[in-house]
């Protein structure tokens, strides 16, 4: 007899998300986990003494565009989320500053205050593109079929009296629709490096989308588990544990079991074997899940596989226990007023965003092409302490520091293990220019997530947090490939998952639940 109904190798966040739905759905679930902790990149623990660090992800934005809280009933599994606002705070080296709250009005009052222009040409954005980035959001809830593209990304479009207009915009690089959107860099430069999260750089065609996604700030907003981002990992655990699911932990899988064509299971590192009756769904990047297939994959996929693009890593991860909140130089003047509902001040609820300009950032990316780890790279400075006093003891704060570009492969030939203090004392200079309090003494302890730690520790090939590249030429249904696009391998009894498929990296969860509906129709239709 089987050992489950269906086999999840991987418990990264899309797997638990797929487990969760198919263990309501009342089948039985195993998830075979490599780490010692459930989560993959959506994980917290405690590296240094008091303080919680997350592993991976931190910003949950993506995810409260979908019902999976709600439907997966999270909240009665610990999961408490902590609203934000405002949601990003970017200061300037000459001084300037503006924030972005959840509201557009009181949104546009910060900007109007160094550019009154653009805080009218700020509201237009919005106001033009929000109906873009619904239709973006409908075409991710939904396996990328030709139909559903069509239904999310055209006929919304063909609705919207500026459609024509918008698609020829559409076609082109985010830093040429900001440019052209605003009168002056402050406003492109935080769109624009919020954009740049994803991977593609200002000046990639086709990008525009990733800046046009920003209308959905506003109706999303940024959210936090209390307790560090893992709790949203430890929640699903518990969900698909109470509905009789299992998840096990630091049990490799080396290899997927294949019976007469079909996958029929998984083998551990240590030589334990688990069956599934209905059908195995691999959580793993996809080119791990091909080398888990082995000799038994078939030619096209092997082919489709090995021509998806990993890229060269892209950004590095300084994680600190510190002393002291960032005092920025450029700030609200009312520094002592807290945030709404918050102790702490508007800058340090928000993420804060250090990047001058777009010229800053083609620069930082230049940089990394040459296969340099950027002089002078952007940064989103996290003190998600400031409104969760859980992550930090009382008086100390965690910082968190995503910067970019930085390549995954040196050109220098260096290795990143030699050079990881070098480049994270880097990231913590441009921080001090922007908040000179922020000097190394402040520092209690960090973990420096580089490239290569994130591909050893966390499973991200070559450093890349999205699994592939999000280039446009590798989204919706040519992600990973047009043939398996819609969560179902080439080889009988296998479904794919994670940020290696549609609609791609972040933590969203889309990937999981589009999975999980794709299986739970096949099943329903005994088409497995």
Known sequence: ?????????????????????????????????????????????????GFKFDIGGSAHILIHHTPIVRDLELAQYGLDYIDLDPLFFAPFPDGK????????????????????????????????????????????????????????????QGLNPKGAENLLDLIRGYGQVLRQSFSEPHVPALIGWMAAQSGPP??????????????????????RPRGGSGMLTQALQKMIEAHGGEVRLSAP???????????????????????????????????????????????????????????????????????????YTAKPTATSAPAPGFDAAPQHVAMQFMCPDLDYL???????????????????????????????????HALFLWSQYFPYKLASGEDWDDIAEREADKILGILRRYAPNMTRDKVIGWLIETPLYLEREL?????????????????????????????RAPVKGLYLTGASTHPGGGIMGAAGRNAAAALLHDLARKKI
């Not at 990394?368 to 400075?381: F, H, K, Q």
């Not at 998600?384 to 930090?392: F, G």
């Not at 090939?461 to 696009?485: I, T």
């Open 459 to 487: 499973g991200l090939l070559r450093g890349n947090v999205m699994h592939l590249e999000m280039s446009v030429d590798q989204m919706f249904l040519l992600r990973p490939a047009v043939k398996f696009s819609k969560y």
């Open 97 to 156: 500053h503006f924030t972005i709250w959840k509201d557009v009005e009181k949104t546009c009052e910060s900007i109007a205050a160094i550019s009154p222009r653009d805080a009218d040409l700020y509201r237009a954005f919005i106001n033009r593109w929000k109906p873009v980035s619904e239709g973006m959001v409908g075409a991710f809830l939904n396996a990328p079929t030709p139909l559903n593209l069509t239904r999310y990304l055209v006929f919304a």
């Open 202 to 223: 200002p000046t990639e065609p086709l990008s525009a989308p990733f800046a046009l996604w920003h209308p959905m700030y506003h109706v999303s907003g940024v959210k």
């Open 253 to 327: 899988v080396t290899r997927f079991l294949v019976e007469r064509g079909r996958v029929v299971g998984a083998e551990t590192a240590d030589g334990e074997r688990v069956t599934a009756k209905h059908a195995v769904v691999s959580g793993a990047h996809i080119y791990t899940t091909l080398q888990l297939l082995g000799d038994d994959a078939p030619a096209e996929m092997r082919s489709a596989v090995q021509t998806a693009r990993i890229g060269n890593g892209f950004g590095m991860i300084l994680r600190c226990a510190v002393s002291e909140l960032p005092d």
């Open 362 to 396: 083609d620069r930082a990316y230049g940089d990394y092409l040459a296969g340099r780890p950027s002089a002078e790279p952007g940064i989103i400075a996290m003190t998600w302490s400031a409104a969760d006093r859980t992550l930090a003891p009382e008086g100390k």
């Open 1 to 49: 007899m089987a050992d489950c109904d269906i086999l999840i190798v991987g418990a990264g966040h899309n797997a638990l998300v797929c487990a969760g739905y198919l263990a309501k759905a009342g089948y039985k679930v195993i998830l075979l986990e490599r780490r010692h902790k459930a989560g993959g990149a959506v994980v917290t623990e405690e590296i240094v003494p």
